[in-house]
């Protein structure tokens, strides 16, 4: 069988992660109730505005049946805004005074850390999980990974160094959107993540 992704489908670009789902033959489904995990084998909180997703999952009652997915071992992908949500702690001079997180990624996140000059932007960079030819990354009012804890690998970052792509078992954060390039090939590898848990 297909494993079906589930897409959260509160605020924020969810529809084109589910457009790149489709461009792959996958299984997309949106998700905004605690009943809509049933059978997934994957899981992708899209960028938007992390304050307001964090808002939301605590409103429509997510928070318990995100971490048990994570939990379950299955693979939970967050991109930008949903990577902030994920993450353990923002930096506090960037922290938003109501920021819900759901604390699964071991990292400490900077919100909006290129400024207000630097908005957005696109660079190319070297993901190897991904692939030997570089990523087209679009950065847009992105985070950065200030911290990692011991458990969680860099899987890219900038030419100075920083961190802006990690794994940490089953859970992924990206401070960019591979979602927006046309370029599926991070969405295909986490497809291939997620088959390995399908029903
Ligand atoms: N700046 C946004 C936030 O802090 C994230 C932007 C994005 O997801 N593109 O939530």
Avoid: K
Avoid at 53 to 61: A, H, N, P, V
Wanted: hydrophobic share 45%; glycine share 10%; charged share 25%.
């Amino acid at each position: 069988m297909r494993p079906v992704i589930g897409v959260l489908a509160l605020q924020g670009d969810f529809q084109e992660h589910l457009t790149a789902l489709a461009r792959l033959g996958a299984q997309g489904r949106e998700v905004r109730l605690p009943e809509d995990f049933e059978g997934l084998s994957g899981l992708i909180i899209p960028g938007g505005e992390s304050t307001t997703i964090g808002r939301l999952i605590e409103r429509f009652g997510l928070r318990e049946p995100i971490v048990a997915f994570a939990r379950s071992g299955r693979p939970i992908w967050g991109t930008c805004a949903g990577m902030i949500v994920l993450a353990r702690e923002v930096d506090p001079d960037t922290r938003a005074r109501t920021q819900h997180l759901l604390g699964l990624l071991d990292i400490v996140v900077r919100r909006n850390a290129f400024g207000p000059q630097i908005e957005s932007f696109e660079t190319e960079l070297e993901i190897p999980a991904i692939g030997s030819e570089p990523v087209r990354a679009v950065f847009i009012r992105a985070p950065v990974v200030a911290e990692i804890g011991p458990a969680v690998e860099p899987l890219a970052r900038l030419p100075d160094g920083t961190v802006v792509a990690v794994r940490q078992s089953n859970l992924i954060g990206t401070a960019f959107h591979p979602e927006l390039t046309g370029d599926d090939r991070f969405h295909a590898w986490f497809c291939r993540l997620a088959g390995e848990h399908a029903p």
